[in-house]
């Protein structure tokens, strides 16, 4: 009777290569539960917006490290026990591509902590149909004044009114047409008063932020202007500036 073969056995990752997928999916989890507990009312905006995040980071950085540890055992194995190299280098990119997220929400949190930003600090456009929907609010309408005029200046001087060379009749309706291809929640149109009121809910947190659009007579053309709010926040990481630079180039080009 002859002992039947026995059959190599495969060598098995490496403890940092698992370690390393480890700590990547739980960024993973950490940076995708944040809006999902916000949203479910589990994490405060604070939590959410800053606690989180960081930890994502924290997580993906150490996956990045340990799988790049892994990445070094696996390349110094023999060909034939090179098992995991793959899954390796996958934990360094997948924990270099999470940890640029809070990275970059970090980078946003150096904007100025207004949340108010309009083309015309002097006469900001005023809303009327979305005051109601705004009763529970934390943040108010009223604008904050010179203080918050000089924040926005020097962080955004390019958010300025737009003049078009038609009449208010007709930049009424391309400023309205721009609305809906924002895919905004049209409140409220009034031709006569030259007013448009909308509302936009961003995409992760769904933060509902009121946006108005103010159309005048401007010598043979219109004048047009945008005020961007959000009901939530002390600072808005430059959520509304983007969103009055993004209209007002729709508006451009449409």
């Known amino acids: 009777m002859t002992d039947a073969p026995i059959a190599p056995s495969r060598p098995r990752f490496s403890i940092f290569v698992t370690l390393g997928v480890i700590l990547a999916v739980a960024s993973g989890v950490t940076l995708l539960a944040a809006p999902i507990g916000y949203n479910l009312g589990i994490f405060s905006v604070r939590t959410a917006i800053l606690t989180l995040p960081r930890w994502g980071a924290y997580l993906a950085i150490a996956a990045i490290v340990v799988s790049f540890a892994g990445l070094i055992v696996a390349v110094r194995r023999p060909k ?91 930049a009424f309706e391309r400023a309205l047409a721009a609305v809906r291809k924002m895919g905004w929640n049209l409140v409220a149109a009034d031709a006569n008063a030259g007013r448009i009121e909308a509302t936009d809910t961003t995409f992760w947190y769904r933060f509902k932020d009121d946006v108005v659009v103010r159309i005048r007579p401007a010598g043979a053309g219109s004048r047009i202007d945008v005020r961007s709010v959000s009901r939530i926040g002390g600072g808005d990481l430059g959520t509304n500036a983007r969103r009055v630079r993004t209209y007002l180039n729709t508006l451009k080009t449409g």
């Open 80 to 170: 034939s026990a090179r098992r995991g190299l793959a899954l390796a280098a996958i934990g360094v990119l997948l924990g270099a591509a999470l940890t640029a997220i809070p990275v970059g929400a970090s980078r946003r949190l150096s904007m100025p902590p207004i949340h108010d930003i309009t083309t015309d600090t002097q006469d900001p456009p005023q809303y009327e149909a979305i005051v109601p929907l705004r009763a529970d609010a934390p943040n108010k309408l009223a604008y904050g004044g010179e203080k918050v005029a000089a924040l926005q200046r020097k962080a955004y001087p390019d958010i300025q009114p737009l003049t078009l060379t038609v009449p208010p009749t007709q």
